[in-house]
């Protein structure tokens, strides 16, 4: 059963319901096609979230889903089709085999974990562009892995909240 590790206390954490997963995916994939402007800089919430599933249960999020969630962002944001799709299968394949080593530190620690792995999702979909389109987007792009791990203690905290057990300990109950 996962730990969750807060301030040297470790918790158990209550089992993760299937349709709570899909539906933070929904809700993040809404939050992505909101009409804000795509700015390169803006932090790509769904990777974000993709990523956390990919991390906490690579069992049931796995580089098929991803995929699939990548088809969507690059049929929504009329980008070259495959270009999310890519960087998001190989951001869950990373995910899933760094899980364990990511798992084992605070959010703080696994926000500088996953840097890097957005850094790549994101130099995977700039070649991706560079490649299909020879434009380059500017080195502000670069900004957004930085935002998307200061986002990752956040959505981290958000999205384990309905795992959590109540601090109000039961001593009959044998968890």
Same mark, same amino acid.
Request: proline letters at 7%; aromatic letters at 10%; charged letters at 10%.
């Given at each position: 059963?996962?730990?969750?590790?807060?301030?040297?206390?470790?918790?158990?954490?209550?089992?993760?319901?299937?349709?709570?997963?899909? &539906?933070?995916? *929904? =809700?993040?994939?809404? !939050? #992505?096609?909101?009409?804000?402007? /795509?700015?390169? @800089?803006?932090?790509? +919430?769904?990777?974000?979230?993709?990523?956390?599933?990919?991390?906490?249960?690579?069992?049931?999020?796995?580089?098929?889903?991803?995929?699939?969630?990548?088809?969507?962002?690059?049929?929504?944001?009329?980008?070259?089709?495959?270009?999310?799709? &890519?960087?998001? *299968? =190989?951001?869950?394949? !990373? #995910?899933?085999?760094?899980?364990? /080593?990511?798992? @084992?530190?605070?959010? +703080?620690?696994?926000?500088?974990?996953?840097?890097?792995?957005?850094?790549?999702?994101?130099?995977?979909?700039?070649?991706?562009?560079?490649?299909?389109?020879?434009?380059?987007?500017?080195?502000?792009?670069?900004?957004?892995?930085?935002?998307?791990?200061?986002?990752?203690?956040?959505?981290?905290?958000?999205?384990?909240?309905?795992? /959590?057990?109540?601090?109000?300990?039961?001593?009959?109950?044998?968890?």
């Amino acid at each position: 059963m996962p730990m969750y590790t807060s301030r040297n206390k470790q918790t158990l954490l209550l089992p993760v319901r299937a349709w709570f997963i899909w &539906l933070s995916l *929904a =809700l993040a994939l809404l !939050l #992505a096609m909101l009409p804000l402007g /795509r700015l390169v @800089w803006m932090p790509d +919430i769904m990777a974000v979230v993709l990523m956390f599933w990919a991390v906490h249960q690579p069992g049931r999020m796995g580089m098929a889903g991803a995929f699939a969630l990548g088809l969507v962002m690059d049929i929504h944001q009329g980008s070259i089709l495959g270009q999310h799709a &890519l960087a998001y *299968a =190989l951001l869950a394949f !990373l #995910a899933a085999v760094l899980s364990r /080593r990511i798992l @084992w530190y605070g959010v +703080i620690q696994q926000a500088l974990h996953v840097f890097p792995l957005f850094l790549a999702a994101h130099l995977v979909m700039l070649a991706a562009g560079l490649v299909a389109t020879g434009l380059f987007p500017g080195w502000d792009v670069m900004l957004a892995p930085v935002a998307e791990a200061v986002l990752w203690p956040m959505v981290s905290w958000v999205l384990l909240a309905p795992q /959590r057990r109540a601090p109000d300990q039961d001593d009959n109950r044998p968890l």
